[in-house]
């Protein structure tokens, strides 16, 4: 995909902050978002991360002026926004369900927002066939959003929002729509519109892949609470929770027991029939027998020819071929089992030695009886 060359917009903000924010609803038994604090520095490209139901996409809607606050502000330097019509705001916004005039066709669903800032109409014209170029939609340019798939709809709405130059942008899942290989090139395309036109982007996902490739920072929310925020590589490498390791890719996340604490946070836990030693990430040390997760990605467990000093026994049940590598699911109990990843010959049934480094075996306290969320795979 080739993109076309956009000015960049004009400095005008240093940082975009929500203050407390919160958002309930009358019939919920928990808000939304709960007095959520979050600032953005002109040039970040944040991800806000997390489940169904965690707060992010109504976290953007109030952003964008779509819902109104229970109480906290935003502000764009000094001035603040909530007060603001969506209109008035500068955003521009691309959103999963398109919102796009069904009436009008693709071209003039692109100029909208050009209209409205009453852009002269030649200008208009050339903006907008520059933005659906950019997404590979020029030829569509006279047909009704009717007339295109969900993912061309998609398109067409990162299009609008691109062609009127914004310096914030919003984005709510704009690739959730598109097949596997556009995906792709779509994040490729957002990922250099960024750096190229110093844009401020505020972006929510479910996708911690999209995320990583993606954002300048990233923010996971629980329950409309932010529970960790950090570069990808701290978040990805050090997650603050067993939560967050969970949507980090940690997809092996288990119960076990303290058997022994070490110095610094080095930990030694009973688990799987056997003695793992990891990494503590605890506030504080924990005692001797106290109940604990485990969390180790999939990547981290290797297969030994026998049992190391820092392994677990495990029979190979589900054996799926990726290409390059195999996925497998592998039982180690009637109740329990673990995934990894690998490049050998393992078949189902085959007995295992998993062994993994320490320092790839993370120690939470045990979590607070909410199951814990795993991954996008």
């Known amino acids: 995909m080739t993109t076309a060359t956009m000015s960049k917009p004009s400095v005008g903000f240093e940082k975009l902050s929500m203050r407390g924010v919160t958002r309930s609803y009358a019939k919920a038994a928990a808000p939304a978002l709960s007095h959520l ?38 502000w764009r330097d000094d001035v603040r926004l909530d007060t603001l019509p969506p209109e008035k705001r500068g955003f521009g916004m691309v959103f999963q369900n398109y919102a796009l005039f069904p009436h009008m066709s693709v071209q003039k669903n692109v100029e909208f927002g050009l209209s409205m800032r009453r852009v002269p109409k030649a200008q208009r014209h050339e903006r907008a066939l520059r933005a659906l170029k950019m997404v590979q939609l020029e030829e569509h340019a006279g047909k009704l959003p009717s007339q295109l798939s969900g993912g061309q709809q998609q398109r067409v709405a990162i299009a609008r929002a691109l062609a009127i130059d914004p310096e914030i942008v919003l984005m709510d899942e704009p690739l959730s729509n598109l097949d596997a290989a556009l995906r792709i090139e779509m994040r490729t395309e957002i990922k250099r519109l960024y750096q190229e036109r110093g844009l401020t982007v505020l972006y929510v996902t479910h996708d911690q ?29 050090n997650p603050a929770s067993a939560y967050v390791a969970g949507f980090m890719g940690y997809r092996n996340l288990f119960p076990a027991k303290v058997e022994n604490t ?12 056997t003695v793992l030693h990891g990494t503590s990430r605890a506030a504080s040390g924990t005692a001797n027998g106290a109940a604990v997760s485990v969390a180790i990605r999939p990547e981290d467990l290797v ?29 180690t109990g009637p109740d329990t089992v673990l995934h990894l ?8 049934g085959a007995v295992l030695h998993l062994g993994v480094v320490p320092d790839r075996v993370l120690v939470y306290p045990a979590d607070d009886g909410e199951e814990t969320v795993q991954p996008h795979v």
Do not use: W
């Open 37 to 74: 604090d979050l600032e953005l520095a002109r040039g970040e490209f944040v991800a806000l991360l997390g489940p169904s139901g965690c707060g992010k996409s109504t976290a953007l809607a109030c952003m964008a002026g779509l819902q109104p606050l229970t109480s906290g502000s935003i």
């Open 209 to 237: 892949e999209e995320a990583l490739s993606l954002a300048t920072r990233l923010v996971v929310l629980r329950k409309g609470v932010l529970e960790q925020t950090g570069t990808p590589q701290e978040v990805y490498t």
């Open 341 to 348: 990843k690998t490049n050998e010959p393992v078949v189902a």
């Open 262 to 273: 070490g110095p610094g946070d080095d930990i030694s836990v009973v688990a799987h029939g």
């Open 303 to 331: 297969v030994a020819g026998q049992s190391t000093g820092n392994s677990i026994k495990a029979m190979a049940e589900v054996v799926e071929y990726h290409g390059r590598e195999l996925s497998v699911q592998a039982r």
